[in-house]
Every structure is written in C-alpha cells, then in structure tokens.
C-alpha cells in the first residue's frame, strides 16, 4: 500500500452562523485531522457518512485537474481530533485537507483561496450545509478568522474582514462534546432569531469574537430549540466563564476562560462531569495566524 498524499485541515468554532444574517464567520481551534491518499484501502475503517470524499474527487476533476491514479483505486485514511457533527466544522476540515492530499499526490500547486474553493464545491454538492461553509472552510484552512458574505461566489471576494481572533497564550478553550446532533435546522428557523445574530455581527465588527460566539451561541440555540444547550451554556457564564456558545447548529458548546483564572477551569471540568456525565470535555487552544506552524505538529495517519 502506498501513499501519494498527504493533506492536513483543523477544527473550528462559530462566531455567527451565516443562516442568521447572510454574514459567517468561525474562528480556527487546534483539532488537528491528517489525510493520507492511497492507492488501496487502509485497515481503519473510514468514518464518511456522507460519502464527502468523493464529492472532493469530483470537485477536484471539475476545477480541472488530474487524479494520480484511476478514480476507483483512491482510498482515503483519516486520523482526526475533530468531533463529527457537532458543528465543530468536520466536514469542512475532511474537504480541506482531502485537496490538500490530492494537489500533495499530483505535485499541484494552488493558493489556499483555490483549494477553499474546491472544498467549498465539494461541500456544496454534497449537499450537507446549509450556506456553503465558506466561512468555516477558510478557518479550517488558514489560522484566524474571516468575515464572509455567504452570497458572495467568489471565495476571494466574499471576505468583508478576518482578524487573529482571541490570543491563543490568554485563552483556554474548553468544548462540551454531546454528541452528533439529531438533524440540522432549516434556514427559516433561523429568521426569528436574528436579533441575536445581529449583535454577533456587530460585535465581530468591533473584533470582540468572545461576545460574537456567546451572542451567535444564543442565536442557534434559538433556531435549534436546543433547551438543554441553552441551560449548560448558562452553567459556564454563571460559573465565570468570560464567553460560551453552541458552535455551527450544535451540539458541541465552545467555553471560553482566561488562561490566568486555572481554578474556574478545574470548576468547570468539575462541573460538567458530576452533572451531565455524558458528556466528554475536549481541552483546546485557539489558532492564531503566528501560531500558524503548529500545523506542522498535525499527528501522521
């Protein structure tokens, strides 16, 4: 068996759902998920419910470029951190790095505008998002934030604004993980909640991501019903956490705690393990763009 790719994406978070005002924005986490293209199938299992990975072959052929071997003999192995269906943009990562493994196996070139592109068709014909996930798709791609107007085309003109996002060497980032949601809500359950989508627009304007993703938070929570969401949500702002919100249309919740303040952490772990143990917390970082190479540190497939 051999390897003719390899490619590499990264989790994110949302801080404004791009259903709730036609703007998108998510902001890079450090959930790294590899990528190897193989010439025959790999003894894991691959995990692709919604059979993305061929969409990206297909997007691939119609960007107009060549495969390194027939289409029937490409096989895929996925090693990921990234909790799927949870909103904390799987898919999207799947898609960046599935191009990534394919320009890497036929020694192509592209600008990361262009591969965004590509993941974004693949996303799109798919049929598994709501708004294209250009935003999400940038930030799986590249460190940081980036504004987006979803009914924009073009990849590259569709950025109205991106920003580092909340300094990585202040922040600890801790997700609930509560596992795959159920089903993904309609565009119009998103219209009576606009309010909330409104002050997350206006926040990112400011570049104050953390009110963006507790106010966008309350927004999908709104859209999803998501009672219970909005009650463990509550939980970590009454117990000091400076930001909290239901990420992508669920279910993970992003929480967000200032790296000097260990002990509300520890409360929150606590916390959340003696009331809801379901559950499993993820401990994370934020990416920044100058923290762009620990890319290099994402775990071999």
Not at 136 to 151: E, H, M, V
Not at 188 to 216: C, G, R, S, W, Y
Request: include cysteine; charge should be negative; glycine fraction near 8%.
């Amino acid at each position: 068996m051999a390897v003719l790719g390899r490619g590499h994406a990264h989790g994110a978070c949302s801080l404004l759902h791009a259903a709730g005002t036609g703007y998108g924005a998510s902001m890079s986490l450090d959930l790294p998920l590899a990528i190897r293209l193989l010439d025959k199938p790999s003894k894991r299992d691959l995990d692709d419910g919604d059979q993305i990975l061929s969409f990206v072959i297909q997007s691939w052929k119609k960007a107009g470029h060549k495969l390194p071997i027939p289409e029937e003999d490409i096989n895929w192995a996925v090693q990921s951190r990234i909790p799927i269906a949870q909103g904390l943009k799987s898919s999207s990562a799947l898609c960046v790095a599935a191009v990534r493994a394919l320009c890497d196996a036929t020694e192509t070139n592209l600008e990361l505008a262009d591969i965004v592109s590509i993941a974004v068709d693949a996303q799109l014909e798919s049929g598994i998002t709501l708004t294209g996930s250009v935003d999400d798709t940038w930030a799986c791609a590249t460190p940081g934030w980036k504004l987006i107007d979803a009914n924009q085309p073009d990849v590259r003109q569709g950025i109205l604004l991106e920003g580092s996002g909340p300094k990585r060497d202040d922040w600890d980032v801790l997700i609930v993980s509560r596992g795959p949601r159920e089903k993904r809500p309609a565009l119009e359950d998103f219209i009576p909640h606009q309010q909330h989508f409104i002050q997350a627009l206006n926040a990112l304007q400011e570049e104050n991501e953390l009110v963006a993703l507790t106010m966008n938070g309350r927004g999908v929570i709104g859209a999803t019903g998501d009672i219970k969401g909005r009650i463990m949500t509550n939980d970590a702002l009454v117990n000091s956490a400076r930001a909290a919100g239901i990420t992508g249309s669920g279910t993970a919740i992003v929480i967000v705690v200032p790296k000097l303040l260990q002990g509300v952490l520890e409360r929150l772990k606590n916390w959340y393990e003696s009331k809801y143990p379901g559950v499993e917390l993820i401990e994370t970082n934020f990416l920044n763009p100058q923290n762009e190479h620990k890319e290099d540190e994402t775990p071999s497939s």
